[in-house]
């Protein structure tokens, strides 16, 4: 079965119930958001009965709750300690996360890996470890952290198979923790995605690929190995839709949720168009100009 949906808002007012409605119009079994603002920690209070006619309205509409992914805001940074209050303020705040997550009954939280500043790979990497320790030592719900593979820009933890290893290998709730695969990011890390196979192999020899609980699809702006981070729209990048298709019908992830992250056209979303274009394995070299004209009218 395809698991295909893309990220959603998700406001204070309907909360969950924004996130499903908006899902459902672009033809999505499943989806991801932020608990509040990726840019900032502020969280309003989760209503319950929201979150029951939200999961009233998943029933209805074919989404599949329990493959729902909830990512953490881009600013905490689990990498980095510097400053030993900034490290435990990532710490806490992760750690409400998780009771969100909880509460909401999501099981996936995404998080990026965290950026070493300066401090050296090793450093970031023990940092990380130490952290998600803390973070799940008292912990005893189910909900899974998934390391986002990151296209190593800067002085990013986790665009290297390995340093996820050691993150993994050191955490003590190992079985707690996941792996979020970003085609994008994999691109600009120097992963060749038209030998997505032997990805694969590798992964699972190293990692295992019963790790793996999503998958961030999206092209990418840049050349292979560019380490910089930068989504296009599916089709329209470096990567390519033949190659895009091949992951997300990858036998091996069948049952893996996939997300699409790609760039809004002209203050359009694009996902109804390219989750349309991937159920039916056709390009349409349309979708960009058509989301454009939309934008004019």
Same mark, same amino acid.
């Given at each position: 079965m395809l698991l295909i949906g893309s990220h959603v808002s998700f406001d204070q007012k309907e909360q969950l119930i924004k996130s499903v409605r908006e899902a459902s119009s672009y033809g999505a079994n499943t989806f991801m958001f932020y608990t509040g603002a990726p840019q900032n920690t502020r969280r309003a209070n989760l209503d319950s009965t929201l979150t029951k006619t939200a999961i009233t309205e998943m029933e209805k509409n074919g989404i599949i709750f329990e493959q729902v992914i909830v990512h953490a805001p881009y600013i905490v940074n689990l990498a980095n300690r510097k400053e030993e209050d900034k490290f435990a303020f990532s710490v806490n705040f992760l750690k409400q996360e998780i009771v969100r997550c909880h509460t909401l009954g999501c099981r996936y939280l995404v998080l990026h890996p965290g950026s070493h500043v300066g401090e050296g790979m090793d450093v970031g990497i023990q940092n990380i470890i130490d952290g998600l320790?803390? +973070? %799940?030592?008292?912990?005893?719900?189910? *909900?899974? +952290?998934?390391l986002e593979t990151m296209a190593g820009k800067g002085t990013e933890v986790g665009s290297k198979l390995e340093e996820l290893k050691k993150i993994i290998?050191? *955490? %003590?709730?190992?079985?707690? +923790?996941? *792996?979020? %695969?970003?085609?994008?990011? %994999?691109n600009d890390a120097g992963y060749d995605l038209t030998k997505f196979d032997e990805f694969l192999k590798k992964f699972d020899s190293l990692i295992g690929l019963s790790r793996i609980h999503c998958v961030h699809v999206n092209d990418s702006k840049n050349v292979f190995g560019a380490k910089k981070d930068r989504h296009e729209n599916i089709g329209f990048g470096t990567i390519g839709f033949s190659t895009l298709i091949s992951i997300i019908y990858a036998k091996e992830l069948e049952n893996v949720p996939k997300i699409l992250e790609t760039p809004y056209v002209e203050g359009n979303p694009p996902y109804r168009q390219e989750i349309a274009m991937i159920k039916a394995k056709k390009f349409d070299e349309n979708l960009q100009k058509d989301l454009q004209k939309i934008s004019k009218k």
């Amino acid at each position: 079965m395809l698991l295909i949906g893309s990220h959603v808002s998700f406001d204070q007012k309907e909360q969950l119930i924004k996130s499903v409605r908006e899902a459902s119009s672009y033809g999505a079994n499943t989806f991801m958001f932020y608990t509040g603002a990726p840019q900032n920690t502020r969280r309003a209070n989760l209503d319950s009965t929201l979150t029951k006619t939200a999961i009233t309205e998943m029933e209805k509409n074919g989404i599949i709750f329990e493959q729902v992914i909830v990512h953490a805001p881009y600013i905490v940074n689990l990498a980095n300690r510097k400053e030993e209050d900034k490290f435990a303020f990532s710490v806490n705040f992760l750690k409400q996360e998780i009771v969100r997550c909880h509460t909401l009954g999501c099981r996936y939280l995404v998080l990026h890996p965290g950026s070493h500043v300066g401090e050296g790979m090793d450093v970031g990497i023990q940092n990380i470890i130490d952290g998600l320790n803390l +973070i %799940l030592d008292d912990d005893d719900s189910d *909900v899974m +952290i998934l390391l986002e593979t990151m296209a190593g820009k800067g002085t990013e933890v986790g665009s290297k198979l390995e340093e996820l290893k050691k993150i993994i290998d050191g *955490v %003590l709730k190992t079985e707690r +923790i996941g *792996v979020c %695969l970003d085609t994008c990011h %994999l691109n600009d890390a120097g992963y060749d995605l038209t030998k997505f196979d032997e990805f694969l192999k590798k992964f699972d020899s190293l990692i295992g690929l019963s790790r793996i609980h999503c998958v961030h699809v999206n092209d990418s702006k840049n050349v292979f190995g560019a380490k910089k981070d930068r989504h296009e729209n599916i089709g329209f990048g470096t990567i390519g839709f033949s190659t895009l298709i091949s992951i997300i019908y990858a036998k091996e992830l069948e049952n893996v949720p996939k997300i699409l992250e790609t760039p809004y056209v002209e203050g359009n979303p694009p996902y109804r168009q390219e989750i349309a274009m991937i159920k039916a394995k056709k390009f349409d070299e349309n979708l960009q100009k058509d989301l454009q004209k939309i934008s004019k009218k």
